[in-house]
C-alpha cells in the first residue's frame, strides 16, 4: 500500500475521482463500482469492497503528488506520412492522421494504440468527405489553414460525423480518436455559443452510443468537459508556454496571461472533473533541449506534456523521450552492385549493431533523407570508397546535418572532395604538397590504432589533409620526408575520420583483411554515443543462446556406414535422435520429390523426411526448389525465357520462378512431408543466400521467417573482426537475418577436405564470445556432414563441446524473431529511468558497468541480471519494461541465470513467483534467496550449491513454476 499525505475534503473528492475515472478507463470496472469509487466510501460499504476501494486509490496516487499524473497515458502526436511507429510505440498513446494509411489492428500493442486524429469543427477541402456538408453549414474560413469551419449546431451533424468520418476509421480498427478544433466557432463573430456546445455534446454521445468501448480525447472545449467527462479519456489544449503561429509561421512565447488563463482551464478539468490533461507546444525540431526544458515544465505542474514542431511532423518530447537507436549508413553504391558486397555491411555494421543500434543503409548516389534528423538517428556513418559524383550536393546536406547536431563518422574516403572551402567547414585544411613526398613515417598514434595489425604508412594513398580546428585530435598523424605532416584519422568537433587504408586493410594474397581501427572506440567516440541500456541478441536469462539448423543440401548421398543409408537416414538416427535438441531442419523439394533429380530414391527420402519431422523437437523449414546457387540472378530470370541453368539444380523440364522456389517448397513440404498441425516456418536461403527484395517479400508475404547468409568465421588463423558478419540488413524494409556463424562447407574447404575440419568452428564459437560475446552458438550445417566418418566425429565433437557451455537452447525462429525485435525495439528515458517497448521476443539488455546495477524492486518487468564481459546482461519479464538503476546492489531477490525463458513474473513483497519453461531440464539460479524457501510447482527445491549469494537450483521437467516465499529482512 502506498502512503501519500491529502489535506482537505477537497483534495480527498479530487483523488476519490481521479480513481474512478483511472480505473473506469483501464479496467471498465462495473458501473456500481464506479459510482463507489467516484463517491467518498460510505460507512455501510463491505470491507471487502473498502479494501478494493484503497487499493485502487492507492494505485492511483503512487508517483506524483496530484493522483492523476500516475493514471495519465503517455501520449505522442506525429501527423506525418512517414510517422515511425515503432519508436513511437514508446508511447501509451500515438495520435495519427488516419489519411496516411496506417494500420491499427496490426500496429495495437498491448502497451501501445494508434488513435485517428478527425477535425469536428473544420474541414479542409480535399478531404473526401467534404462535399457532403451543406455549403450553408460552411460557416467562414480559417486562414490561417485554409479550412471551412463547420456549424456545430447543424442537427445532421452528430450523424454524420459518426457515419462519414468515424465509421470508415473504426472499420479500419481505430478505437481512439482525438477531436480537434472544437472551438473553431469562436472565429464566426456574434455567434451562438450554447447552440454550438450543445451541438458538440450531440456528437459525443452520438459516437458514444454508436460505437461501444470508444476512447475520445478532445482539444479544448473545456466548457462541455461537465456534460461529457464520463465519455472522455483526456483533454489537451496547445501552447502552455510555447506555440506556433500559423499565420506568421515563426514560433511564439505565450504570454503570462494566456498561460495562466489555460493553466487553469486544465487545471479545473483535472482537479473538478477527474480528468486527465495533456498540454502541447511547439518548438523548432532541432531545437531538443529547449523540447526537453519545456516537456519538464509543464510535466511539474502535473500535467502530460508533447512538445513537437509547429507541423507536429517529427518526433517530440513528452513524459518519455525516445533515445534514437538508428543509425544512418551512408555508402557509395555502384550501379548493378549489391549492399551484402559493400564495406559499409561487411565491415561497420557488425560493430554497430553490437553497440545496440539498427541502421538505415542509403546510397549516397541517391537523395538522401530531408528534415532534421536528430529525433530519428543517433548520428550517420560514411563509407565511401571515394567522392561521388554529386560530392557537392552531399557537401551541403552533411553540413546542414552537423549544423543541427548531428554527429558524423567517416570511413575510407570523403564522399567529397575536402579542400578548399569544404574542407574548411569541417575544421580542415588541404595541404599542398610540392614534388613526392617520399617515404612515410607514422608522427604520432592514438592507442585505437593498429587495433589487428600494424599501421603501415602508404603514400600512394595520402590525402593530405591537417587539422585546422583546435576542437579537433589527431589519431594518426603521418610525416612525410619533409617533415610536412597530416592527419589521416582525427576526431573532429562534428565527429571524426580514419581514410583508407587506416579503417580496414585486405592482407596481400589471402581473402582476409583486418580492421587498423578500433571500430568500436572509433564510433563510441566520434558519434559521442551515450552509455544505455542496449539490446542483446547472444544472451538470454544470462546464458548464451544455442540454435542448430540444417541446410538439407546431401539428404541422397550415401553415408560411410554399415549399409551405406541415404544422409538423411543417417543424420536422423546418429545426430538428431542421439542428442533430442531443439533444431530447425530443411530439405531441398528437387533432391527430395519424385519429379525431382532422384525419382528412384524419392520415397525413401520422403519417408525419412517424415519420421525427422514428425520429431517434436523438429522445427520445419524449406531450403527451396531447385537451390538457386545465385540470388540476384534468379531475381532477374525472364519465366519465358530458356534459362541456362547454372545458378541451380538441374531440374528437367524447371524454369526459374522465386514463387516456385519459396511458396512452391513451402506447400510441397507442408502437403507431402509435415504431419498434420505442424507449421512450416521458415525460409532457409541457398546458395549465396543473398536474396533480393522481391524474393524476401514473397516470403514475407508468404508469413515466413527467413534466415542464412553472413559470412562469420572468425577463427584462430583468421582472428578479426572482419570475419564476423553482423545480424543482417533490411532490403527495401523487409529483413534478412544472417545465419550467426558459417557452416561446415568453409570449415572443410568448400567440402574438399579434411571432413572433420567443422569441427574448428569451436574456435569461432570462443572468439565470438570473448572478449565481447558478438554471437550465439549456432551449429549450422548440411545433411552432407553425416555422410562421412570424419564429418560425424566433427559434429559430436561440436555438440558435446557447445552443451558444455551450459546454453540456453532455443530454434532457429526464436533466433530470427529475436533479430527482427531488436531491429524495432524502442528505448526511452522516463523519470530518471529507461522504458524499453518490443514485442517480447527479445529479452535481454547489456548495460556498461558505469550505469550501476539493475534496481528491481524500483523497476518494472525486471527479472535480474548477472555479470557480463561488457556489462551486466538484463533479463526481462516480456516487451514493456521500466528499468531503474541503482550506484550498489540492491539486497532483493533476483534470478541470476537460468535456460528457460520467463513468464508470468511477479513480485510478491519481498518474494518471486514466475514460469519457466525451455527445451531442456530447467536449470536457474536466484541472487539474495538465502532467506527465502524455493518452491517448483508447490514443492520444495533443495540448492545444488551455494557461491557468492547465488543458489542454484535444477528440475527434470522442461517448464515449471517457481516462488520463492521470503522471511523480513
Known amino acids: 500500500m502506498f502512503h501519500v499525505r491529502i489535506s482537505g475534503y477537497k483534495r480527498l473528492k479530487t483523488a476519490n475521482r481521479c480513481a474512478g475515472s483511472f480505473f473506469r478507463e483501464r479496467y471498465r470496472l462495473p458501473t456500481e463500482l464506479n459510482a463507489l469509487v467516484l463517491g467518498n466510501l460510505a460507512p455501510r ?211 503570462a496571461s494566456d498561460r495562466e488563463w489555460l493553466l487553469g482551464q486544465l ?134 546535418q552537423i549544423d543541427q547536431g548531428m554527429k558524423v563518422a567517416i570511413f575510407s574516403s570523403f564522399p567529397f572532395a575536402a579542400e578548399g572551402r569544404l574542407a574548411s567547414r569541417l575544421g580542415l585544411r588541404s595541404v599542398a604538397v610540392s614534388g613526392t613526398p617520399g617515404r612515410l613515417t607514422v608522427a604520432s598514434q592514438d592507442a585505437m590504432m593498429g587495433f589487428e595489425a600494424p599501421l603501415q604508412p602508404d603514400r600512394r594513398n595520402l590525402t593530405t589533409l591537417q587539422l585546422a580546428d583546435e576542437q579537433g585530435r589527431s589519431l594518426l598523424k603521418l610525416a612525410d620526408a619533409r617533415g610536412q605532416t597530416f592527419d589521416a584519422a582525427a576526431l573532429t568537433r562534428w565527429g571524426g575520420y580514419v ?139 525472364a519465366p519465358k525465357k530458356k534459362d541456362d541453368e547454372s545458378y541451380h539444380l538441374e531440374i528437367p523440364g524447371y524454369q526459374m520462378n522465386l514463387e516456385r522456389e519459396i511458396v512452391g517448397s513451402v506447400d510441397y513440404i507442408r502437403k507431402n512431408l509435415v504431419p498434420p498441425g505442424k507449421p512450416v516456418r521458415i525460409m532457409l536461403w541457398s546458395g549465396d543466400a543473398a536474396p533480393q527484395a522481391q524474393a524476401l517479400r514473397i516470403a514475407e508475404n508468404a508469413g515466413l521467417l527467413n534466415m542464412n547468409g553472413g559470412n562469420t568465421v572468425i577463427t584462430r588463423s583468421f582472428p578479426s573482426l572482419t570475419a564476423v558478419s553482423p545480424l543482417g540488413y533490411a532490403i527495401d524494409g523487409i529483413f534478412q537475418t544472417f545465419a550467426p556463424v558459417m557452416n561446415e562447407n568453409v570449415y572443410t574447404n568448400l567440402w574438399r577436405g579434411p571432413f572433420y575440419g567443422f569441427e574448428r568452428v569451436i574456435e569461432t564459437f570462443q572468439m565470438t564470445d570473448f572478449p565481447r560475446r558478438l554471437k550465439p552458438i549456432d551449429i549450422y550445417y548440411h545433411t552432407y556432414s553425416a555422410s562421412k566418418q570424419a564429418s560425424l566425429k566433427a559434429l559430436h565433437k561440436v555438440y558435446d563441446w557447445s552443451l558444455a557451455q551450459s546454453p540456453n537452447l532455443i530454434h532457429a525462429s526464436d533466433f530470427i524473431r529475436k533479430a527482427l525485435d531488436f531491429e524495432t525495439i524502442v528505448l526511452a528515458r522516463e523519470d530518471g529511468g529507461w522504458r524499453v517497448r518490443g514485442n517480447g521476443e527479445l529479452r535481454t539488455l547489456r548495460a556498461p558497468p558505469t550505469m550501476g546495477y539493475p534496481d528491481r524492486p524500483a523497476s518494472k518487468g525486471v527479472a535480474g541480471y548477472v555479470a557480463g564481459n561488457e556489462g551486466n546482461y538484463i533479463h526481462l519479464a516480456g516487451g514493456d519494461t521500466f528499468l531503474r538503476f541503482a550506484a550498489t546492489r540492491t539486497g532483493a531477490v533476483h534470478l541470476t541465470d537460468a535456460n528457460a525463458r520467463v513468464s508470468d513474473w511477479q513480485s510478491l513483497g519481498a518474494g518471486l513467483r514466475f514460469s519457466l519453461k525451455g527445451y531442456q531440464a530447467i536449470e536457474f539460479s536466484l541472487a539474495n534467496a538465502s532467506r527465502c524457501s524455493v518452491l517448483a510447482n508447490g514443492r520444495a527445491l533443495t540448492p545444488r550449491k551455494s557461491s557468492g549469494g547465488v543458489q542454484s537450483f535444477g528440475i527434470s521437467d522442461a517448464a515449471a513454476t517457481i516462488e520463492t516465499r521470503c522471511r523480513d529482512r
Not at 456545430?152 to 465509421?167: G, Q, R, T
Not at 559493400?342 to 537523395?367: C, E, S, V
Not at 543462446?545 to 538439407?552: E, N, Y
Not at 520429431?615 to 540476384?632: G, M, Q, R, T, V
Open 45 to 255: 460499504t463491505t470491507g471487502s469492497v473498502r479494501l478494493l476501494l484503497r487499493c485502487a486509490l492507492s494505485a492511483c496516487l503512487f508517483g506524483w503528488l496530484v493522483c492523476v499524473q500516475a493514471a495519465s497515458p503517455s501520449v505522442a502526436l506525429h501527423y506525418g506520412a512517414d510517422a515511425p511507429l515503432e519508436e513511437l510505440k514508446a508511447f501509451d498513446i500515438v495520435v495519427v492522421e488516419p489519411d496516411h494509411g496506417f494500420d491499427p489492428k496490426r500496429y495495437r500493442k498491448p502497451y501501445s494504440e494508434l488513435y485517428a486524429y478527425i477535425a469536428i469543427g473544420e474541414v479542409q477541402p480535399s478531404r473526401d468527405y467534404a462535399a457532403a456538408i451543406p455549403a450553408k453549414r460552411l460557416l467562414t474560413t480559417n486562414t490561417d489553414w485554409g479550412s471551412k469551419v463547420i456549424d456545430l449546431s447543424w442537427p445532421e451533424l452528430p450523424v454524420f460525423v459518426a457515419d462519414a468520418i468515424v465509421s470508415p476509421l473504426w472499420e479500419k480498427g481505430y478505437r481512439g480518436f482525438f477531436l480537434d478544433t472544437l472551438d473553431s466557432y469562436r472565429l464566426v463573430s456574434g455567434i451562438d455559443e450554447a447552440a454550438q456546445q450543445k451541438g458538440l455534446i450531440a456528437v459525443i454521445e452520438t459516437l458514444h452510443r454508436r460505437f461501444p468501448g470508444i476512447r475520445l480525447i478532445l482539444n479544448r472545449g473545456f466548457e462541455i468537459v461537465p456534460a461529457v467527462r464520463d465519455k472522455i479519456s483526456m483533454v489537451a489544449a496547445e501552447s502552455l508556454f510555447r506555440g506556433w503561429n500559423a499565420a506568421a509561421r515563426r514560433y511564439v512565447e505565450v504570454p
Open 267 to 400: 487545471r479545473r478539468v483535472r482537479d473538478e472533473f477527474g480528468v486527465p490533461v495533456l498540454a502541447i507546444d511547439y518548438l523548432p525540431p532541432q531545437a531538443r533541449g529547449q523540447m526537453r526544458e519545456t516537456a519538464e515544465r509543464i510535466r511539474a505542474l502535473g500535467i502530460e506534456p508533447w512538445v513537437t514542431d509547429g507541423q507536429i511532423g517529427t518526433v517530440g518530447i513528452g513524459r518519455r523521450e525516445i533515445v534514437p537507436r538508428r543509425m544512418l549508413m551512408l555508402y557509395d553504391g555502384s550501379p548493378g552492385g549489391l549492399l551484402i558486397e559493400h564495406p559499409a555491411l561487411r565491415f561497420a555494421a557488425m560493430p554497430i549493431q553490437h553497440m545496440g543500434y539498427t541502421i538505415d543503409f542509403r546510397d549516397l548516389n541517391k537523395p538522401l533523407p530531408a528534415g532534421s534528423l536528430a529525433a530519428r538517428y543517433a548520428g550517420i556513418v560514411i563509407w565511401a570508397n571515394a567522392p561521388v559524383a554529386r560530392g557537392r550536393q552531399v557537401a551541403d546536406w552533411l553540413q546542414q
Open 499 to 637: 581514410l583508407d587504408p587506416y579503417a580496414v586493410v585486405g592482407l596481400p594474397g589471402t581473402e582476409q583483411s583486418r580492421w587498423i581501427v578500433d571500430p568500436f572506440a572509433f564510433m563510441q567516440q566520434a558519434l559521442a554515443l551515450p552509455d544505455l541500456p542496449l539490446p542483446d541478441t547472444t544472451t538470454e536469462n544470462g546464458r548464451r543462446l544455442m540454435f542448430i539448423h540444417i541446410d538439407g543440401d546431401g539428404y541422397p548421398s550415401r553415408a560411410e556406414l554399415p549399409g551405406t543409408p541415404l544422409a538423411g537416414e543417417a543424420l536422423l538416427t546418429q545426430v538428431l535422435q542421439r542428442y533430442r535438441l531443439p533444431t530447425t531442419m530443411s530439405v531441398i523439394e528437387g533432391e527430395v520429390a519424385p519429379d525431382g533429380l532422384y525419382p528412384a530414391l524419392s520415397a525413401e527420402m520422403e519417408a525419412i523426411a517424415r519420421r525427422t519431422f514428425a520429431l517434436p523437437y523438429i522445427e520445419i523449414a524449406s531450403h527451396s526448389f531447385s537451390h538457386p546457387f545465385d540470388w540476384s540472378r534468379a531475381e532477374l530470370a
